[in-house]
């Protein structure tokens, strides 16, 4: 026996995130670690609890390791529910075979058995490669009153910005007359966040119509959205104004975490209200020692500080010996920046060391050649050897 | 732990509340903050799950309203189980059981629960002593022993003030307790009582159940002391770093070794980690201005101003051009901008507004207690 369930979300965590390089070679992008101690799942995840909503399916099919491992019974954002909870979805083998997920649509369309059980009214998709916080009960609510069949959330963006992203092309009652995908002369600012709230019926019956098209791409941006359109479903955009980041490049990533130390953006983590879970390793107090010197930046538990960090990210675990310098930079769990090493302008993944005197990345003032810097890239479970020079810019995959 | 040995773990969380009455005012000793987010009771209970103990019961008393919102199920320890897992036993747990005055009648008074247990022996602790200790071997050396009662024991040098608080025992070269001083007046070299006891179940039970009838309720004085030449009564000397919490001063001292590195090393192992109840906060932030030396800052605070030498737990937040030095400033304390806080401990709460400045004693530090607004 199931309990209805009013809306259940379905969170896509399947994707590879190619565009994250080295950090996604063993971990699929819902599981990379963000802000200090999160991973990027934890979003989606604490706003579905704090939304009220308890029972969320996790579609997972790249690298799912970390991911499931992470994700464990829902326990740490209270989604361990007797009826509902977090569910790891990653596509299975079926009496007519076994098929992986082929796009956002199909991913649903082959657990339409999931939703079914808790027999919701709605639906909400979402996407494990964003950051942000937002109530999705008020997105629900607006769905409701709109009586529309497909709610999207929506953000204003500037004209540039438009033209690398799904733009809604709406009327004056927001209600969605057109979409275009990266259009190259927008029509409008109003750019899809990625965010939807369907009619479980409605949604349901495009899924399987979709699946039966073998023309159509299965997937929401490319088939479903456009379908509903043309049917004459009554579409409408949800505007968001809060925080919202795609983090799915290193550069986008770099300035989601440097955005949490800048006192003008909006995006609050320590609002007792609206908490941020996550999975955590039970570690000690952060140790300061003597000769550290630590300004603008945000340090978690189980680091060990005796260097000089700036304008930087450390995360739980995470050792900086004296004499090192970490700098516009986010070092991930239980690294080691050895002594006299210099890390400026880049992201060092998990478990790393950073040999003595070695130096990762540079200041974007200090090259030439602009286009040849970026943020430097340390992959996980790596290390670089005392006094080599990784380039800004540059990806390590292996040990150097 | 030792092979299929069972053993049941019993934790007496009010045990030396009287010690640091004023940590103790709204809390059991076993809720008394430490180290920037741990709790007394986390270290024994940490310890015997790390030694394989899945079952535990926590004998309370009075004022245990935050030592069970900090327990929960026992979840943070691994201990929301079906088999075993953690039981709190508050007092009227059943009719015969009432405010107890000693150990003896505490387990008197859940007789019932230690019966039901399928363990063999029972590890009785309090939680007054800071450490990382493994109890296997303890188990090992009482088996191998036949001793009747094994304590725990360590070698140190002690006050006249702190005997004061303190068991000390005569040990013979064999490792049996000959002697048992209670609050002796005493200093110098001593083997203290680390409060840490494994006794065989059946045979606490009928010493319980005996001593019940007698009305003796003191498993110090009744059994170890009166009764040290009838039961053997076995030492087992801990070597690793331990503190014992029995007054505000060594409770000041305690923590603020915690921010020697050496200190720590010995008691956050990675094979053996100290658990604790999480709450879910961020990382710590350090703004624009912030300095920070040889200090221990838990997640959730936001430093502005410069702290020295100091312990800051959860969630608390240290203004623009406050200087903190020597204090221990407990979880979501707010202290304002420009303040000056030396050999200060404040309770949980605490607001001190802009502009103050408060100063304590290295040998008397200034304690201010539980949401106090200065």
């Known amino acids: 026996m199931y309990t209805k369930k009013e809306c259940v979300a379905m969170l896509l965590a399947g994707g590879q995130g190619s565009r994250l390089y080295a950090l996604t070679q063993d971990m699929a992008k819902p599981a990379v670690s963000y802000g200090g101690k999160y991973r990027i799942i934890d979003f989606p995840l604490s706003n579905c609890i704090n939304s009220g909503i308890d029972t969320v399916g996790v579609l997972t099919q790249y690298q799912p390791l970390v991911l499931h491992d992470y994700i464990g019974n829902g326990q740490p954002w209270d989604l361990d529910k007797i009826h509902g909870g977090a569910h790891a979805l990653p596509p299975f083998q079926t009496a007519l075979g076994a098929q992986w997920y082929k796009g956002t649509a199909n991913a649903i369309y082959q657990n339409i058995n999931f939703v079914d059980r808790y027999d919701p009214d709605y639906v909400v998709i979402l996407s494990g490669d964003h950051i942000y916080k937002m109530d999705y009960s008020k997105m629900l609510a607006y769905h409701k009153e709109k009586n529309a069949d497909a709610t999207i959330a929506v953000q204003e963006v500037t004209l540039e910005e438009a033209t690398r992203l799904g733009i809604m092309i709406c009327d004056e009652n927001m209600g969605i007359t057109d979409f275009e995908e990266k259009p190259a002369k927008p029509r409008s600012t109003l750019a899809s966040m990625g965010i939807y709230i369907f009619t479980w019926k409605k949604l349901r019956q495009y899924l399987i119509d979709n699946e039966n098209n073998p023309e159509e791409d299965k997937d929401f941006g490319k088939a479903i959205i456009p379908n509903m359109l043309n049917a004459g479903e009554k579409l409408v955009a949800y505007p968001f104004e809060g925080y919202w980041r795609d983090v799915g490049t290193i550069d986008s990533l770099w300035e989601a975490n440097m955005d949490l130390l800048n006192p003008n953006i909006p995006l609050d983590l320590y609002d007792p209200d609206w908490k941020i879970y996550s999975r955590t390793a039970n570690m000690p107090p952060q140790y300061v020692g003597s000769s550290a010197k630590i300004e603008n930046s945000m340090i978690s538990e189980g680091a060990v500080v005796n260097g000089n960090v700036d304008f930087s990210i450390i995360f739980p675990g995470v050792t900086i010996e004296a004499g090192a310098t970490v700098r516009d930079s986010i070092i991930m769990p239980g690294s080691v920046i050895k002594a006299g090493a210099v890390v400026e302008y880049a992201i060092v993944g998990e478990e790393c060391v950073i040999g003595e005197y070695a130096t990762i990345g540079a200041r974007p003032e200090s090259v030439t050649d602009k286009d040849s810097w970026g943020v430097a890239v340390i992959g996980h479970n790596l290390t670089v050897s005392e006094g080599k020079k990784i380039a800004p810019k540059e990806n390590v995959t292996e040990n150097v | ?374």
Request: a neutral charge; aromatic letters at 8%; proline letters at 2%.
């Open chain 2, 1 to 374: 732990m030792a092979g299929k040995t069972k053993v049941l773990g019993m934790i007496f969380a009010n045990m030396h509340d009287i010690s640091v009455v004023e940590l103790t005012k709204e809390r059991t000793m076993g809720s008394v903050l430490f180290g920037g987010r741990y709790r007394m009771i986390d270290f024994p209970l940490s310890n015997m799950v790390n030694s394989g103990i899945g079952e535990v019961g926590v004998i309370t008393k009075s004022n245990y309203q935050s030592l069970l919102d900090h327990l929960g199920s026992g979840r943070e320890w691994d201990l929301a189980r079906k088999q075993g897992g953690l039981h709190l036993l508050p007092p009227f747990g059943h009719v015969d059981s009432g405010m107890y005055r000693g150990r003896l009648e505490a387990l008197y008074g859940v007789i019932n629960f230690v019966k039901n247990s399928d363990a063999e022996y029972v590890l009785l602790s309090d939680c007054d002593v800071i450490t990382n200790i493994d109890y296997t071997p303890i188990v090992e050396q009482h088996i191998k022993t036949g001793a009747d009662i094994t304590a725990v024991y360590a070698k140190s040098v002690i006050t006249m003030e702190q005997a004061k608080n303190s068991t000390v025992f005569g040990i013979n070269e064999e490792g049996r307790v000959t002697d048992v001083l209670i609050r002796p007046q005493i200093s110098g070299d001593c083997d203290v009582s680390l409060n840490m006891f494994l006794i065989k179940k059946d045979f606490l039970q009928d010493i319980v159940l005996e001593c019940a009838s007698k009305s003796l309720y003191s498993f110090e004085k009744d059994v170890l002391q009166a009764r040290v030449k009838e039961y053997t009564v076995m030492a087992y000397k801990h070597e690793g770093y331990y503190a014992k919490i029995d007054s505000i001063d060594t409770y000041y001292k305690a923590n603020m070794e915690m921010l020697s590195t050496e200190t720590r090393d010995k008691i956050f192992l990675e094979k053996r980690p100290i658990y604790t109840k999480i709450r879910d906060n961020a990382p710590a932030k350090y703004g624009i201005g912030a300095s920070v030396k040889n200090s221990l800052i838990a997640d959730g605070c936001i430093v502005e101003g410069t702290v020295e030498n100091s312990i800051l737990f959860r969630g608390v937040k240290v203004g623009k051009d406050a200087v903190i030095k020597n204090s221990i400033i407990m979880q979501n304390t707010v202290i304002g901008k420009k303040c000056d806080v030396n050999y200060v401990i404040t309770d949980k709460s605490v607001e001190i507004q802009d502009f103050r400045n408060l100063t304590g004693s290295q040998y008397y530090p200034l304690y201010v207690g539980k949401g106090a607004k200065i």
